[in-house]
T-cell receptor
Framework: EPEVTQTPSHQVTQMGQEVILRCVPI?????FYWYRQILGQKVEFLVS????????KSEIFDDQFSVERPDGSNFTLKIRSTKLEDSAMYFC?????????????FGPGTRLTVT | DAKTTQPNSMESNEEEPVHLPCNHS???????IHWYRQLPSQGPEYVIH???SNVNNRMASLAIAEDRKSSTLILHRATLRDAAVYYC?????????????FGTGTRLTIIP
């Protein structure tokens, strides 16, 4: 069964450093998303991406964040200058609406620890 | 986004049915009811969704009240692997690409 993959599974970085989290969505999917979950809290939406542009973003997704689909398979989330409060699990998701399926398929997540 | 209300936690014995309730009294006519679950240390996973009629799939059943103000996710025979946080989420059916807005969900504990 096709699945969303994410790398790395765990990233440790120092405050102020740039990090790039990588995702490979399911190959025929058209919509891509990033969510995050701070330990013990709710899953929060960050951004959705379609047709090579951001379709929606939350208040969390400020100028420190950016997303990119650099090639036909990868989808990345970049945090330019990490803060302690960026420590969280980051989940990538994708969905395919061509079959009118509204399911979002989530990856296993990247645990980001900012020290 | 329309709001949903779920119990914080529930327990069930292994191999027994589980009924997870969700209230959504302000649901609009185009809102679909979606259920996702999150197993420990994993990303959320789609379970089932519906609009008005009851729905069945290999994972679960979804029973929707006639007035659509509440719904119940039914796991017919719970296993230890079903221990997870279950989220009831409303999504506007006109915008299938819409983000998912997660609440706190119901933490389901399965007792062996």
């Amino acid at each position: 069964e096709p699945e969303v993959t994410q790398t790395p599974s765990h990233q440790v970085t120092q405050m102020g450093q740039e990090v790039i989290l990588r995702c490979v969505p399911i190959s025929n999917h058209l919509y891509f998303y990033w969510y995050r979950q701070i330990l013990g809290q709710k899953v929060e939406f960050l951004v959705s991406f379609y047709n090579n542009e951001i379709s929606e973003k939350s208040e969390i997704f400020d100028d420190q964040f950016s997303v990119e689909r650099p090639d036909g398979s990868n989808f990345t989330l970049k945090i330019r200058s990490t803060k302690l409060e960026d420590s969280a699990m980051y989940f990538c998701a994708s969905s395919d609406l061509r079959g009118y399926s509204y399911e979002q398929y989530f990856g296993p997540g990247t645990r980001l620890t900012v020290t | 986004d329309a709001k949903t209300t779920q119990p914080n936690s529930m327990e069930s014995n292994e191999e027994e049915p589980v009924h997870l309730p969700c209230n959504h009294s302000t649901i609009s006519g185009t809102d679909y009811i979606h259920w996702y679950r999150q197993l420990p240390s994993q990303g959320p996973e789609y379970v089932i969704h519906g609009l008005t009629s009851n729905v069945n799939n290999r994972m679960a059943s979804l029973a929707i009240a006639e007035d659509r103000k509440s719904s119940t996710l039914i796991l017919h025979r719970a296993t230890l692997r079903d221990a997870a946080v279950y989220y009831c989420i409303l999504r506007d059916g006109d915008f299938g690409n819409e983000k998912l807005t997660f609440g706190t969900g119901t933490r389901l504990t399965i007792i062996p």
